[in-house]
């Protein structure tokens, strides 16, 4: 989580200083472009090469009026690229094709689609700032619980960030959630009254079994010095296993009533 938010909140950072600014700065390029193409077709203009150059020295980089669109340092007198004064030799596509590629630019814009306007650009720095939040917490959550540890010795379980919890005081453990989530709930004894505290293998300690599955060890330990109620789940036999059970004589190996005592059904 800390890695993905802190990602979006560089991403978006970007594109509000840098990005959107920079892609407004190419498109008003591409457009002048377009516009030496259109005024290619003017007779006046095209009469020698000295007259084109002298009607491209003239024009100006078409800026939209909103300056927050664009990057700080534009020069929002610049003129068009001394490139368009190759128009006589070339088509307009394929000298912005040239220009683009030394500048590394797209060589496909839409200007009507494309422009990022200044209230867009305001809202990647927004999302930006949502966030580093969002990833401030991700670190605070991180580091607090690394900090924490459960602990289990002859004594009794420390949970988490809290004090030890004696064997002697355990009245019920519920593990009907440890073979599916890696949950179990402990029940004891606290002054006058009961307490519950949390056993969570998947926060602590983790299942991989390449690593030794260090939370089902951790969990075993417990249960070598829990005396107390454990509560499991029973999966139940449906009637036709029963039936089975009963041709071929298994009948007397179910379990007693006095046998699953301590058990509690999960409804």
Same mark, same amino acid.
């Given at each position: 989580?800390?890695?993905?938010?802190?990602?979006?909140?560089?991403?978006?950072?970007?594109?509000?200083?840098?990005?959107?600014?920079?892609?407004?700065?190419?498109?008003?390029?591409?457009?002048?472009?377009?516009?030496?193409?259109?005024?290619?077709?003017?007779?006046?203009?095209?009469?020698?090469?000295?007259?084109?150059?002298?009607?491209?020295?003239?024009?100006?980089?078409?800026?939209?009026?909103?300056?927050?669109?664009?990057?700080?340092?534009?020069?929002?007198?610049?003129?068009?690229?001394?490139?368009?004064?190759?128009?006589?030799?070339?088509?307009?596509?394929?000298?912005?094709?040239?220009?683009?590629?030394?500048?590394?630019?797209?060589?496909?814009?839409?200007?009507?689609?494309?422009?990022?306007?200044?209230? *867009?650009? !305001? #809202?990647?720095?927004? $999302?930006?700032?949502?966030? %580093?939040?969002?990833?401030?917490? +991700?670190? =605070?959550?991180?580091?607090?619980?690394?900090?924490?540890?459960?602990?289990?010795?002859?004594?009794?379980?420390?949970?988490?960030?809290?004090?030890?919890?004696?064997?002697?005081?355990?009245?019920?453990?519920?593990?009907?959630?440890?073979?599916?989530?890696?949950?179990?709930?402990?029940?004891?004894?606290?002054?006058?009254?009961?307490?519950?505290?949390?056993?969570?293998?998947?926060?602590?300690? *983790?299942? !991989? #079994?390449?690593?030794? $599955?260090?939370?089902?060890? %951790?969990?075993?330990?417990?249960? +070598?010095? =829990?005396?107390?109620?454990?509560?499991?789940?029973?999966?139940?036999?449906?009637?036709?296993?029963?039936?089975?059970?009963?041709?071929?004589?298994?009948?007397?190996?179910?379990?007693?009533?006095?046998?699953?005592?301590?058990?509690?059904?999960?409804?």
């Amino acid at each position: 989580m800390l890695t993905m938010f802190g990602g979006f909140a560089c991403y978006f950072l970007y594109d509000w200083k840098v990005g959107y600014p920079k892609k407004n700065y190419v498109i008003a390029n591409y457009v002048a472009f377009n516009q030496a193409g259109r005024a290619w077709t003017v007779d006046a203009n095209r009469v020698s090469q000295e007259a084109w150059n002298a009607f491209v020295e003239k024009q100006a980089i078409p800026f939209q009026e909103d300056r927050a669109m664009y990057p700080p340092d534009t020069d929002f007198e610049e003129g068009w690229p001394e490139i368009l004064k190759k128009m006589d030799d070339h088509k307009r596509d394929d000298l912005w094709k040239e220009y683009s590629g030394e500048k590394g630019w797209p060589q496909q814009i839409d200007p009507a689609e494309d422009v990022k306007t200044s209230k *867009q650009i !305001k #809202e990647q720095l927004i $999302a930006a700032l949502v966030c %580093f939040l969002l990833s401030a917490a +991700a670190l =605070f959550f991180l580091v607090r619980t690394k900090s924490r540890v459960m602990k289990v010795s002859e004594q009794g379980y420390y949970p988490p960030g809290g004090d030890l919890i004696p064997f002697d005081n355990m009245l019920t453990l519920d593990k009907r959630k440890w073979e599916t989530k890696g949950l179990a709930t402990l029940t004891y004894k606290d002054g006058d009254g009961e307490k519950k505290a949390k056993i969570d293998g998947m926060i602590y300690g *983790q299942f !991989k #079994e390449e690593e030794g $599955a260090p939370a089902e060890a %951790f969990f075993q330990k417990v249960l +070598a010095g =829990f005396e107390g109620e454990l509560i499991e789940l029973i999966v139940e036999k449906n009637e036709e296993d029963d039936e089975a059970d009963q041709s071929i004589g298994k009948k007397d190996d179910a379990p007693s009533d006095d046998e699953l005592s301590g058990e509690e059904q999960n409804d």
